[in-house]
């Protein structure tokens, strides 16, 4: 019996292990070949199934999907290093902050773009928290509202696109996709694109910035000593608001607008991106030798994390099954009442209280090829699911005590504002994604819509 739950505890030490602070890459790929090494001792793990992993591990690194992760990256590592998001901020800021909450305005509106632009958590957090929180502070807004509006949207960057969360996200679905069909006896499989995720998030993303602007318009409203009007703030000039607005608006545009109308792949639309992106640094006279050496080994260090990442990943999944890991699972959700719901359900609960210790590619590479081939053949969307991760994923961000978006403000937030603080202002930002995640549930086609009219279907 107990060797029966060997994947089970393969799963169980790993959490463990990441949670001892272990590099993520190296414990998978380790823990996975440790428990081969037991499971090839006492004869429950067949070692062939080691065989087929140089395939794999090929077949990771020559994904052309996957290239656009480094040019993702690319491209919002030079709009970060050219200060656009700098400019964009302080223009939001002077056309709203007159009026009650404007500036919360200007930082929904702004973090929105530059989640847009970098679809990294970490540098929109940091970046917003650097540029914004100092400025909100001695405008007279509350502590807790600033933090938790800052934090909020940098955690943006998972469900808006162009995201490398989405990229990552679709490329894993897409195969788990083709396994659920082929093990449904289904040989001209369908195929699920990374552009597809990108169309299909496009609504629900939207819509949750609309009810973070509803939720800082309300507190301007009932409580206006906590979000007050900045009256020394003047309107920019038109010429200057729209040279602060076209380019990132224009580069963002481009990059989905290609993808939407068929005119480009994500990984030629990035591309496209990254190239707009230095073009913009260098009309800003920001791409000087020491900072393209800068923004390439940031590219670099983030590319080189994901790619070996994607290959621990890749033989932790491969021992799994091969200890009969995802017969196990599949046992236990046709044993469940309540069938595909109740199924999905657990899956989304277990997937956000991971994300209390585990960072979303992780979770990503981890789990979703245990648990989405299941799904998918019980006759899951395979868009709305992705969509539905990925928002439950950015609501782990948030979330007391391990969120990682808490922690990134946390380091660049002055001594004057307490953990608490921010604790406290990240609340009603957890419940509007909680909502945003159940009208997703309860109304499917919120994701599913825009990517069947785009295919015209």
């Given at each position: 019996?107990?060797?029966?739950?060997?994947?089970?505890?393969?799963?169980?030490?790993?959490?463990?292990?990441?949670?001892?602070?272990?590099?993520?890459?190296?414990?998978?790929?380790?823990?996975?070949?440790?428990?081969?090494?037991?499971g090839i001792a006492l004869?429950?793990?067949?070692?062939?199934?080691?065989?087929?992993?140089?395939?794999?591990?090929?077949?990771?690194?020559?994904?052309?999907?996957?290239?656009?992760v480094p040019l993702f990256v690319l491209m919002g590592v030079l709009l970060e290093k050219s200060r656009l998001a700098e400019e964009l901020l302080d223009n939001m800021a002077a056309l709203f902050g007159r009026r009650r909450g404007g500036l919360g305005f200007s930082v929904i509106l702004v973090g929105m773009l530059l989640a847009a632009s970098t679809g990294i958590v970490g540098a929109t957090v940091v970046t917003m928290g650097l540029m914004s929180l100092p400025t909100m502070l001695s405008r007279g807004y509350d502590p807790k509202l600033a933090t938790g509006t800052i934090c909020a949207t940098g955690t943006l960057g998972q469900i808006i696109p162009p995201s490398i969360?989405?990229?990552?996200?679709?490329?894993?679905?897409?195969?788990?996709?083709?396994?659920?069909?082929?093990?449904?006896?289904?040989?001209?499989?369908?195929?699920?694109s990374v552009g597809d995720l990108f169309i299909g998030a496009l609504v629900p993303g939207l819509l949750l910035v609309c009810l973070y602007l509803l939720y800082m318009g309300f507190v301007a409203i009932r409580q206006p000593e906590r979000a007050p009007a900045a009256e020394d703030l003047n309107p920019p000039p038109l010429g200057a608001l729209i040279k602060g607005l076209l380019p990132p608006i224009g580069l963002i545009m481009t990059v989905l607008g290609s993808i939407l109308?068929?005119?480009?792949?994500?990984?030629?639309?990035?591309?496209?991106?990254?190239?707009g992106a230095a073009l913009m640094a260098a009309?800003?006279?920001?791409?000087?030798?020491?900072?393209?050496?800068?923004?390439?080994?940031?590219?670099?260090k983030v590319t080189c994390m994901v790619f070996m990442i994607l290959i621990g990943a890749a033989v932790f999944s491969l021992v799994f099954r091969g200890f009969g890991g995802d017969e196990l699972i599949q046992h236990f959700f046709d044993g469940l009442p309540g069938g595909v719901v109740t199924a999905?359900?657990?899956?989304?609960?277990?997937?956000?209280l991971l994300g209390f210790i585990l960072d979303f590619?992780?979770?990503?590479?981890?789990?979703?090829?245990?648990?989405?081939?299941?799904?998918?053949?019980?006759?899951?969307?395979?868009?709305?699911?992705?969509?539905?991760?990925?928002?439950?994923?950015?609501?782990?961000?948030?979330?007391?005590?391990?969120?990682?978006?808490?922690?990134?403000?946390?380091?660049?937030?002055p001594p004057s504002v307490s953990t608490a603080d921010i604790y406290r202002g990240v609340a009603p930002y957890i419940g509007l994604q909680l909502l945003m995640l159940f009208l997703l549930a309860w109304w499917p086609a919120l994701a599913t819509w825009l990517p069947a009219f785009v295919r015209g279907q």
């Open positions: 019996m107990l060797i029966e739950l060997l994947p089970i505890l393969m799963f169980v030490v790993i959490c463990l292990v990441l949670m001892l602070g272990y590099p993520v890459a190296f414990s998978l790929a380790g823990t996975a070949m440790i428990f081969a090494g037991i004869g429950h793990f067949d070692a062939s199934f080691l065989s087929a992993l140089p395939n794999r591990l090929y077949g990771t690194i020559s994904n052309v999907t996957l290239i656009a969360a989405l990229v990552l996200l679709g490329d894993t679905l897409s195969s788990a996709y083709q396994q659920a069909q082929l093990d449904l006896g289904v040989f001209s499989p369908k195929t699920l109308v068929g005119a480009a792949t994500p990984t030629e639309a990035a591309g496209v991106g990254a190239l009309a800003k006279g920001q791409l000087n030798w020491a900072r393209l050496g800068e923004v390439a080994r940031d590219t670099l999905t359900l657990i899956v989304m609960v277990v997937i956000f590619i992780e979770i990503t590479f981890v789990v979703v090829p245990i648990v989405g081939p299941i799904l998918l053949a019980m006759g899951v969307d395979p868009i709305w699911l992705g969509i539905m991760i990925a928002l439950n994923l950015q609501t782990s961000f948030l979330t007391p005590p391990f969120g990682f978006a808490l922690f990134y403000l946390r380091g660049v937030a």
